[in-house]
């Protein structure tokens, strides 16, 4: 009878903190999306978003007192909570998944996303109310107009999509599901809760799951404004965890699909081939460590090519649609550099661009030496951080990648870098990209200060510990002075 007693009275003293800042955070969340107003009028945002922040942390840290058993159902529905507050409103500070609605809506007509601009007459008959609405004003902050004048919910609608053939894909799969946008936000929460299963799958902790399932990014920019980042997260979440597990075709292939789903998550293939060029140049490399490395990335570059090779068929070069003026709009251009803040600070704008790829090359080339393939997420991690790091995008959705690599790895540091991204992307501004990158990249370093003191601190009581054992008696532990 003591057991059955004490057992219950343990798990609420530890399970019911959490549940409670868990169901506090549920609360903000839904004022975030419902009583925050919308980009246009964002101020409200600041107090929500901070608020936001507070009580996830506060969650995460009162899941650490949680029996092992109790982790994963706990995580699992607070990650199925947490995507569902996204589903409340329609989104709120991004009008990208207009272009996926249309995206969508463009190939279940049998015509390519790739062939026509969605102003374009010969697109004419698909245009329905929830895209282009009737008698409207062209007011609101999501709205655009037309060559020809008329009003728009998605975004530039005078260019060709930018979308890679396995987001693409991803569009048409959600088409028949809801009009408007709430097929592509019911596709987001069914993606944000899948990683939150992988992670507990491929993880070695499965606590650290919370860090991608209660994060309020994935209410905001997974399943409310239902970015199709949160897919290639999936997929390489799933690539890495196979990766690990000297899967290596199949691994390579999921991270392979990943990168056609939106680019970036190719900062992660670095960590895949961890280890591959371990020894070099003082020996030759592990041939075993370097087959698996060269088995990943050929399976990653033929899952790309093949996921390409039937729009290419029917496109050919009009594949990278908006993807060149992209990348000039958003200030990468030579000529006008408005990324790449840090960098900016030190250096002359002709030198920043091969400044940023000459240290991401290297951060890169130190994870082919000496990363852990038992560990991929490690080297992917660093990688993909870094590359935000150094670039300094305003989009925090682009963040996604590192909150999954973050809730694999465990570096919670890391998670400022989305924060960064979200900071910039509402107040705009050279000076607050760096500081908030500049804050964002401090908080990176003082963790790995931390971690790295903690280390060596583990390290010596064991060697203390053996010393002791040697000499037939206990260790004798001295006070140290903390400057």
């Not at 895209?131 to 999501?142: A, E, H, K, R, S």
């Not at 239902?226 to 196979?242: F, K, Q």
């Not at 951080?385 to 465990?410: E, H, K, Q």
Request: with cysteine; charged share 15%; proline share 7%.
């Amino acid at each position: 009878m003591l057991t059955r007693t004490v057992l219950p009275r343990a798990a609420t003293r530890t399970v019911l903190p959490c549940a409670l800042a868990l169901t506090a955070l549920l609360a903000a969340l839904c004022g975030t999306v419902t009583g925050g107003n919308a980009l246009a009028h964002h101020q409200p945002l600041y107090a929500w978003y901070g608020l936001d922040a507070a009580l996830f942390a506060l969650a995460v840290l009162l899941l650490r007192r949680v029996p092992e058993r109790q982790v994963v159902p706990l995580v699992l529905l607070g990650s199925l909570a947490v995507a569902a507050v996204g589903l409340l409103t329609p989104p709120r500070t991004s009008d990208d998944a207009y272009r996926y609605v249309w995206d969508g809506r463009v190939q279940a007509a049998g015509i390519s996303p790739y062939r026509y601009a969605p102003d374009d007459p010969a697109l004419a008959r698909l245009r329905e109310p929830d895209l282009f609405p009737t008698g409207g004003t062209c007011v609101q902050w999501d709205e655009r107009r037309t060559a020809a004048g008329d009003c728009t919910l998605i975004n530039r609608p005078a260019v060709h999509t930018i979308y890679p053939p396995v987001a693409e894909a991803w569009f048409l799969a959600v088409h028949p599901f809801g009009r408007g946008v709430r097929g592509v936000q019911a596709g987001g929460a069914l993606l944000a809760v899948a990683t939150t299963g992988v992670l507990l799958l491929v993880g070695q902790d499965r606590r650290r799951a919370a860090l991608w399932g209660w994060c309020p990014g994935v209410t905001v920019w997974s399943v409310n404004d239902a970015h199709i980042d949160t897919l290639g997260a999936l997929l390489m979440v799933a690539g890495l965890g196979y990766a690990a597990r000297r899967r290596a075709r199949l691994g390579g292939a999921l991270l392979g699909a990943a990168v056609a789903t939106k680019l970036l998550p190719a900062l992660a293939l670095p960590g895949a081939l961890s280890g591959a060029l371990a020894g070099f140049p003082g020996r030759r490399p592990n041939r075993r460590e370097l087959r698996h490395a060269l088995t990943v990335l050929g399976a990653a570059v033929a899952a790309f090519a093949l996921a390409y090779l039937p729009y290419v068929a029917v496109s050919g070069a009009g594949v990278l649609g908006f993807l060149p003026g992209y990348l000039q709009e958003e200030g990468y251009d030579q000529g006008h550099i408005d990324r790449f803040g840090l960098l900016r600070l030190v250096l002359p704008d002709p030198l920043v661009p091969w400044a940023a790829a000459l240290l991401l090359g290297a951060v890169v080339l130190r994870v082919l030496w000496r990363g852990d393939p038992a560990r991929p997420w490690g080297g992917a991690l660093l990688v993909t951080g870094t590359a935000l790091l150094v670039v300094t995008p305003s989009y925090p959705w682009y963040g996604l990648l590192v909150v999954a690599l973050v809730a694999l790895d465990g570096r919670w540091e890391w998670l400022a870098v989305p924060a960064a991204g979200q900071v910039l992307y509402l107040l705009g501004g050279d000076e607050v990209q760096q500081k908030a990158y500049g804050m964002a990249l401090l908080c990176v370093l003082t963790g790995a200060l931390v971690r790295r003191r903690r280390v060596a601190a583990r390290l010596g009581e064991r060697v203390g510990e053996q010393a002791g054992q040697r000499a037939g008696d206990p260790p004798v532990v001295e006070p140290v002075a903390l400057d």
